[in-house]
């Protein structure tokens, strides 16, 4: 009896050990001949800490706040939003235009044309629409829609990714070009360059500061994790910029004796932050997609596995007809949570104060949206 179970299951451990060593040949010259989408491509691998829990008297659903279109007109990407002195509403599309929105009338119109991606949004204490565009660079547009390069360059290199945008009230911008691997020039149009800079866990990103007065752009911060959200402290002492591929917060000291340092606000964020503003009650607005639990647990820790992810067609690692909801955390300047509002969809890419409400941005949807604070 014994010699006729054995020989089944000496059958049964050869076919598993067989299909397991033509799986890993397969997997082998996958990762092998084809090439990754940019070159050359070497992941570094990283455990994420997990992230932090809000207490649940805190939390909020995104629902109970009543998120509706701000007009029935289409955007395609929306991403930031600014509010001029009479109070029309501005975005950039994909297609590289400034659209502006009259909301009491309902009526959109393209206010300029900026090429490449525009991004972050804020308007300059002299009424100039300041504009992070990926792509081209740091630019200035007028109240009649002329538009100016401000910066295209820094440090010697191109800025090829200028993210998002912050400006004080000397004029001062300070600015965040994510990534000098993962963007448009490299990878064409795609629907998340985060997700490349994820895969190979490098800081490819820096801060970056252009002064009015002298027209100079420099470095303040380089070797960033896709440092996305930039805002600026009520009392100008410091910049905090968000790198969405970290999961953290990190500050930059503009005064002081800890002038020209940088130090870790927040670690282990629940999201992947994107646009970082600042409430009316001079609180802190931070949009965040959710985290993707497999991409933390099985492709991050292991370079094995980012080789193979890389090297998937991105349809197959981003949906986009089932986009990636998200969140808003309410924050103080020392780092406290006030609120984390969740569960929407799709995720929210910056959060902008107007008329007592949020105007909401989005990366990949077609409205820009609006919804009332929550109560604290």
């Known amino acids: 009896m014994r010699t006729r179970l054995r020989r089944p299951l000496k059958l049964l451990v050869i076919g598993v050990t067989a299909f397991v060593v033509l799986l890993v040949v397969l997997v082998t010259g996958f990762v092998v001949f084809r090439d990754p989408p940019v070159e050359p491509f070497e992941p570094v691998a990283w455990d994420p800490v997990a992230g932090f829990a809000v207490p649940s008297e805190k939390i909020d659903g995104v629902a109970a706040a009543g998120i509706a279109p701000l007009v ?20 950039g599309d994909r297609q590289g235009r400034i659209l502006r929105v009259d909301p009491d009338h309902g009526r959109m119109e393209v206010f300029a044309t900026v090429g490449g991606r525009p991004l972050g949004l804020v308007f300059a204490p ?50 965040s070009d994510a990534s000098a691997e993962h963007h448009r020039a490299a990878l064409g149009d795609v629907s998340s360059y985060a997700l490349y800079d994820f895969l190979e866990g490098r800081p490819h990103g820096r801060l970056l ?47 002081g004796g800890r002038a020209g340092s940088s130090d870790v606000l927040m670690d282990g964020l629940p999201g992947v932050a994107d646009g970082f503003t600042r409430d009316t009650d001079g609180t802190l607005l931070l949009a965040m997609y959710d985290r993707v639990p497999a991409l933390d647990r099985y492709v991050l820790p292991s370079g094995w596995a980012r080789h193979l992810a890389v090297r998937l067609p991105q349809s197959m690692l981003v949906d986009e007809d089932n986009p990636q909801p998200g969140s808003i955390l309410v924050l103080t300047e020392a780092g406290e949570v006030v609120r984390h509002i969740v569960a929407a969809r799709p995720a929210v890419a910056n959060v902008v104060p107007y008329q007592g409400r949020w105007l909401l941005g989005s990366l990949t949807g077609n409205r820009i949206r609006v919804m009332s604070p929550p109560a604290v």
């Open 209 to 255: 500061r252009y002064e009015p007065a002298t027209l100079r752009t420099t470095e303040l911060l380089t070797g960033l994790y896709f440092p996305n959200g930039v805002v600026v402290t009520n009392d100008g002492a410091a910049v905090l910029v968000a790198e969405s591929t970290r999961y953290r917060i990190t500050r930059y000291w503009l005064g």
């Open 72 to 91: 029935d007109e289409v955007v395609d990407g929306p991403e930031d939003l600014a509010v001029d002195t009479a109070g029309r509403v501005y975005t």
């Open 126 to 175: 002299d009424r100039h629409l300041i504009v992070a565009n990926h792509g081209v660079g740091l630019q200035s547009v007028s109240p009649t829609g002329e538009v100016t390069l401000l910066a295209g360059t820094a440090g010697g290199t191109p800025i090829r990714f200028a993210n998002d945008v912050a400006v004080t009230a000397d004029g001062t911008v300070y600015f």
